[in-house]
């Protein structure tokens, strides 16, 4: 079937999180973010899918068995959502796009660009907050404060996470009381690598509902308000999951996760940017020599 939309011109690359919803697309499309109305079996079935919902010619071999490498290599639930995105914003504006299925490329790179950029800033904000509840519970506690969870969790939440973390953890029986403990064959640097973010939030916000004054206070000395700071951190970690699995941002949830983020990270007193312009010049060289040594194969 032959393309009936009029592509004249490539735009540069307006990715997603670059062109406002409102702007790319004229009325909230829930084309965008719906499912597929019946499941797809084969390769074929979504190869042939995505070029029809592009209007691209499906007896071109080339073009057919480039989308299917993409599809193998990427699943199709995240290219059908950036084919979907390209093809509503070709119907509203046919000359910004000239190759649909290069323009789809484009825009399924651009969220995994923002997902890596999100995950760099998840990951700084994940290790201030260890570093920040280790460093008070060693002052507190002393170095074995793991091994008691009753000290860092609230009572209701012990079971649950000795369930959660029953493989991660080396749990042990106390001598004479019916309750487990963390085993002191770990460090608490060791404990704080093996739990998730999830519950190194609630052991965070634990410390932060007794005294505020104890974590998460601004640059300024003034203390986060719990509310805030318990905001903030369910943010990270709904953030932290998208990343963990290459979930599909839309232009709100990037924006706002990452202001989230950047605000987490201030009050963790940390330089965003130096730290940014830091890892580039780190990250260039090394992307740059990868590039290299795979033209190189034969």
Request: include cysteine.
């Amino acid at each position: 079937m032959v393309s009936q939309l009029s592509y004249r011109e490539q735009a540069p690359v307006p990715a997603l999180w670059q062109v406002p919803l409102a702007r790319a697309l004229p009325y909230k499309d829930s084309r965008l973010t719906m499912p597929v109305n019946k499941p797809l079996r084969t390769l074929h079935e979504c190869v042939m899918t995505l070029l029809t919902l592009l209007e691209l010619p499906v007896n071109d071999d080339g073009l057919r068995q480039r989308v299917k490498t993409f599809i193998l290599c990427n699943g199709f639930d995240g290219v059908y959502r950036a084919a979907r995105f390209t093809a509503i914003r070709g119907n509203h504006e046919p000359n910004i796009i000239a190759e649909p299925w290069s323009y789809t490329v484009r825009v399924y790179n651009g969220n995994l660009a923002r997902l890596n950029y999100l995950y760099t800033l998840s990951h700084w904000a994940e290790s201030g907050l260890r570093s920040q509840l280790d460093l008070h519970y060693t002052v507190t506690l002393g170095e074995t404060w793991p091994r008691d969870p009753r000290r860092y969790l609230d009572g209701r939440e012990v079971n649950s996470f000795l369930q959660a973390t029953r493989n991660l953890l080396p749990w042990e029986q106390v001598p004479g009381v019916p309750m487990m403990q963390v085993s002191d064959a770990i460090t608490s640097t060791e404990f704080l690598e093996r739990i998730s973010l999830s519950w190194l939030k609630q052991m965070v916000l634990k410390i932060h509902g007794g005294d505020a004054r104890r974590i998460l206070v601004g640059q300024d000395g003034r203390t986060i308000n719990y509310q805030r700071a318990k905001s903030l951190l369910e943010a990270a970690v709904t953030i932290r999951n998208a990343v963990a699995h290459n979930r599909y941002l839309t232009n709100e949830v990037y924006t706002k996760g990452e202001q989230n983020l950047l605000d987490l990270l201030a009050i963790l007193h940390f330089d965003v940017a130096k730290a940014l312009r830091n890892l580039e010049i780190e990250r260039t060289p090394l992307i740059r020599q990868a590039i290299q040594r795979l033209d190189d194969i034969p």
